[in-house]
């Protein structure tokens, strides 16, 4: 955030770099149930950005001091593979992605039924294979779909969008370019069906009308993606509702 | 097992009317609305008088109640049941039992059918046994213990083990027993049907390549119409093929066995 | 790892099976599940792949950097091999720094690689003594049905066959060059079970496997690089027997490669 650039991230017709108008989200495709050995997973592409997502769990919690009697406890691992970026990245969490985790990893309890699965745990790993921008907002967003594709109890699904700043106008899910030349960038999550905001970090400068607009972009947004949430979720499971009977 | 008979049939009446060209099951999804001034049954949460889906799954509503009959998800264990568990360690006085749930279940030296000296456990049941056991008690904070006093129950020594999605155990069970008596009858195996989706199948070796075929059949389509049906024509050709291959090679041999 | 336990009973009938020269999901005794080859699959290594092999699922990507050499090579390029058994893949699988079989999977691969001259050093040279290409191979498996050394071996070639060594995004040139692949090993694993052999194993049959037997193959039919695993051991026949079917085997998937790489627009030598 607030590096200098040279390039115009807007021009004067309102377009932004990649093409896109300034309350315009990029392409965002997901498949539920990609992976075998896990209990649900998803496989998400937005824009430049690709994650896989694989749940296990409810499951035994290894250390046994972290389990409580009561409840759950939903554990969330965010990771950038080492090929995932320009420079490589080394393998193995850092400071960045121990706070996205965390953060996910509430966002997540607000939706699950924890309390119906005392002592255990559920364990949400998340890979950012390809990385541009707004991945934690990709891997909370593909993370939910592979949480109710194991067949976890949750109220509703989390989408997640970020809006932001670019060249003193308010712009939504922001690419790698904005996000470095920017001047704010704030990832939301929200539980749909109540608009219950369950992730909100923020980071740069703008002002309360700023910051209300922004808001109110990225939670429309977040609309959208439980659209395509639900999409993938159907596809899988739609062949197994219908059938035609001669 | 009766509850479990019971939502087969509510799914049954929740098909729509027969003689119509195309049904549908209604798959829902967390969060959806399923229902309003409904009882909230299984797979389901209420807000006020709203009844909404906590888990993907088909929806079904009777006498008073909707249901989310849940697609995927572990097995939790209720008293009663009878599981198929694998022993995963074995103490002094009691073996470490998974049923396929979040929770490890100790089996006690009292609740076997022998009598165990302290510290010869292992002489009986060793790591990587399979048992077929009784959930005997489920307390409020999910701690599990299993039984094997029932009759019937014992250690599995031959045949083979397959596993399905414990939600598509109604399905393997069928009305009244009918799926398992008709795979048990046509293929001639022995079977039993863990409510932990562990499914023991004995019998000629062939005839139990084509069993696990058919539970894998039931699995792939346990949500479709006319699924009876389907696996019975299914198990009476490939057992047909078996009888027919099986003709041939004894020709071949000069009267066979 | 955590050690998954297997019922008996499911191991026994799988051997029983074996005995009689037939496999759970119907193969030859020596024969591999289907493969399939992706290349490109992200866009932010200098190349990458995604290989299934059967339900096993291996992404490669190669990263490439500008670093100092060797001192005992100085006019070398350095290649890193890493793998990470991310949780991901398997429900024992468990996170945190590399552990044993992670580290042995990332060097059975490596040495294939490094050992065949499949990439070739000197010509990673920039400045000597100071400035060379450094290349990084990182393994990462997302779905675990058995034998991860195959798919993350072939995978790691065919993540360098598309590979372009980034001059412009280094300010070290103006245009981007496909990274050279001069040799083309791939590894065939083996598994005994009993007195059986099996080739390419998938999960259950490495539950039982006793020895495991990986044997990299060029396409000249010579050996390249091997690791023999676990407790079991080979008799001198059954080694010689392995790696004869491995050049087989190795020849067969060298051409699936050759076709996915023709298919993907990735230069497949002549």
């Known amino acids: 955030m607030g590096g200098k650039s040279d390039i115009r991230l807007i021009d004067e017709n309102g377009i932004r770099i990649d093409g896109r108008r300034r309350d315009e989200m990029r392409p965002v495709r997901i498949e539920a149930g990609v992976l075998k050995r896990a209990d649900g997973s998803a496989y998400l592409e937005w824009g430049d950005n690709k994650v896989i997502a694989a749940v296990y769990g409810p499951r035994e919690v290894h250390p046994k001091h972290l389990q409580e009697t009561n409840r759950a406890i939903v554990q969330y691992y965010y990771a950038m593979a080492p090929f995932s970026v320009d420079d490589r990245k080394r393998p193995g969490p850092d400071r960045r992605s121990t706070e996205i985790s965390k953060i996910s990893a509430e966002a997540l309890e607000n939706v699950i039924f924890v309390e119906q699965f005392p002592r255990t745990t559920i364990d949400v790993y998340v890979t950012v294979l390809q990385a541009s921008a707004g991945t934690r907002c990709a891997a909370l967003t593909a993370a939910s779909v592979a949480v109710a594709d194991a067949g976890i109890p949750m109220r509703d699904l989390v989408a997640a969008c970020a809006a932001g700043k670019v060249e003193d106008q308010v712009v939504l899910d922001l690419v790698k370019e904005e996000d470095n030349f920017g001047q704010a960038d704030m990832p939301i999550a929200i539980v749909p069906k109540t608009g219950e905001i369950v992730l909100m970090q923020m980071d740069g400068h703008m002002t309360l009308d700023e910051i209300d607009e922004a808001m109110d972009m990225a939670i429309k947004a977040c609309y959208d993606i439980y659209e395509i949430q639900k999409e993938a979720l159907w596809k899988k499971y739609e062949r197994l509702a219908e059938e035609e009977v001669v | 097992m009766a509850e479990e008979e019971a939502y087969v049939d509510k799914r049954e009446e929740s098909g729509g009317a027969e003689g119509s060209s195309s049904r549908i099951r209604e798959i829902v999804l967390p969060g959806e609305l399923v229902g309003e001034g409904l009882r909230a049954g299984m797979g389901t949460y209420r807000e006020g008088s709203k009844v909404y889906a906590s888990q993907v799954g088909i929806k079904s509503v009777r006498a008073g109640y909707v249901n989310v009959i849940p697609i995927n998800g572990r097995y939790m264990p209720k008293v009663g049941d009878q599981v198929i568990g694998i022993i995963t360690d074995v103490g002094p006085t009691y073996w470490m039992v998974d049923i396929n749930s979040p929770y490890p279940a100790p089996l006690h030296v009292n609740e076997v059918p022998w009598k165990v000296e302290f510290g010869d456990t292992a002489k009986y049941l060793n790591i990587g046994d399979t048992v077929l056991v009784t959930v005997s008690n489920v307390d409020e904070v999910k701690h599990v213990q299993v039984s094997m006093l029932t009759q019937g129950q014992r250690r599995l020594n031959t045949g083979f083990l397959v596993e399905v999605t414990p939600s598509k155990v109604p399905r393997m069970i069928g009305k009244g027993g009918s799926m398992i008596s008709m795979l048990k009858n046509l293929t001639h195996c022995r079977m039993f049907v863990g409510q932990n989706g562990r499914i023991w199948i004995d019998g000629e070796p062939d005839a139990m390549v084509v069993a696990a075929e058919a539970v894998g059949l039931i699995e792939r389509e346990a949500h479709a119409f006319g699924l009876t049906e389907r696996v019975k024509e299914f198990l009476e050709s490939r057992m047909a093929e078996l009888s027919s291959s099986a003709k041939e090679s004894d020709g071949g041999e000069d009267g066979g066995r | ?270």
């Not at chain 3, 059975?108 to 920039?126: K, M, N, P, Q, Y």
């Not at chain 3, 245009?175 to 194993?201: M, Y």
């Open chain 3, 1 to 270: 790892m955590r050690r998954e336990i297997v019922s008996r009973l499911r191991k026994e009938y799988i051997a029983s099976i074996l005995a009689k020269g037939e496999r759970m999901d119907g193969r030859r005794l020596d024969e591999s599940r289907s493969i399939n080859i992706q290349f490109n699959v992200t866009g932010s290594a200098e190349g990458s792949a995604r290989v299934q092999i059967g339900k096993t699922d291996v992404i490669v990507g190669v990263k490439m950097g500008v670093g100092t050499p060797y001192p005992d090579s100085p006019e070398s390029g350095v290649l890193s091999t890493n793998a990470e058994l991310s949780p991901i893949a398997a429900p024992n699988f468990e996170t945190g720094p590399p552990r044993e079989d992670a580290i042995e999977l990332a060097r059975v691969t490596d040495r294939a690689i490094r050992e065949s001259g499949a990439v070739d050093f000197d010509s990673l040279c920039i400045t000597p003594g100071e400035e060379v290409w450094m290349l990084f191979i990182d393994i990462q498996p997302v779905d675990y049905d058995g034998n991860l050394f195959d798919a993350a071996e072939i995978g790691a070639l065919a993540a360098l066959m598309s590979a372009k060594i980034p001059y412009s995004r280094m300010e070290e040139g103006a245009e981007d060059k496909p990274l050279p692949v001069r040799c083309f090993p791939v590894s065939i694993t083996a598994a005994k079970i009993g007195d059986s052999i099996v080739f390419d194993p998938n999960l259950d049959e490495e539950h039982l496997a006793d020895a495991r037997l990986t044997v990299g193959v060029d396409e000249n039919g010579a050996v390249r690089a091997m690791q023999k695993g676990l407790s079991g051991g080979f008799t001198r026949e059954e080694v010689g027997k392995i790696i004869r079917t491995a050049g087989v085997l190795g020849d067969e998937r060298r051409r699936l490669l050759f076709e996915a790489a023709e298919e993907a627009g990735v230069p497949v030598p002549r």
